[in-house]
T-cell receptor, first 117, second 112 residues
Framework: ETGVTQTPRHLVMGMTNKKSLKCEQHLGHNAMYWYKQSAKKPLELMFVYNFKEQTENNSVPSRFSPECPNSSHLFLHLHTLQPEDSALYLC????????????????FGEGSRLTVL | SQQGEEDPQALSIQEGENATMNCSYKTSINNLQWYRQNSGRGLVHLILIRSNEREKHSGRLRVTLDTSKKSSSLLITASRAADTASYFCATAYNTGGFKTIFGAGTRLFVKA
């Protein structure tokens, strides 16, 4: 148990469906992240939120829509996805995204395995 | 790309042997971190080394950092079958807020 919980762990959806991934952290961190992990590719940073504000959008297609209602919760809303979006989506949190001591350890959830048919 | 690149991509060793994985990166960093991932699971942080540090130890792990060569190495001593996993280096650099970028990882298989 890392203190970061992701649900669902597995999701299968059609290209016309709308679904959401949820992430919750119990660590009192201020920053939360979405990463995408596809087979044989490095982890891709998708979004960064710091104190509920989005500070990074790494050119992610608009069919992925993040939401961060508070520092403990992060959602990734999915709609009209493509089969190539099938991947493991990892949520992470950290103490912050600032300089010095805050640029530290990321705590990851177990991931949501997404399959788009 | 700011990614760290690990070398080798895959490594197979016998239990008890040492495993060495290398990471190279491209620009100045604030720190470099190593993570471990068991198949299909989340990543677990192993160790962080700051740009002004050259070597760090944690149990059977030893990490070195050479900022002049923009490279790092992770040494796992006396490996165990349970060390079988993928290992990733991650570089944190300042773009006005920090980004942590991961490499493609090294898949380590330790044979019992």
């Amino acid at each position: 148990e890392t203190g970061v919980t992701q649900t669902p762990r597995h999701l299968v959806m059609g290209m016309t469906n709308k679904k959401s991934l949820k992430c919750e952290q119990h660590l009192g961190h201020n920053a939360m992240y979405w990463y995408k992990q596809s087979a044989k590719k490095p982890l891709e940073l998708m979004f960064v939120y710091n104190f509920k504000e989005q500070t990074e959008n790494n050119s992610v297609p608009s069919r992925f829509s993040p939401e961060c209602p508070n520092s403990s919760h992060l959602f990734l809303h999915l709609h009209t996805l493509q089969p190539e979006d099938s991947a493991l989506y990892l949520c992470a949190s950290s103490q912050g995204t600032g300089t010095g001591e805050l640029a530290g350890e990321l705590f990851f959830g177990e991931g949501s395995r997404l399959t788009v048919l | 790309s700011q990614q760290g690149e690990e070398d080798p991509q895959a490594l197979s060793i016998q239990e008890g042997e040492n495993a060495t994985m290398n990471c190279s990166y491209k620009t100045s960093i604030n720190n470099l971190q190593w993570y471990r991932q068991n198949s299909g699971r989340g990543l677990v942080h192993l160790i962080l080394i700051r740009s002004n540090e050259r070597e760090k130890h944690s149990g059977r792990l030893r990490v070195t950092l050479d900022t002049s060569k923009k490279s790092s190495s992770l040494l796992i001593t006396a490996s165990r079958a349970a060390d079988t996993a993928s290992y990733f280096c991650a570089t944190a650099y300042n773009t006005g807020g920090f980004k942590t970028i991961f490499g493609a990882g090294t898949r380590l298989f330790v044979k019992a």
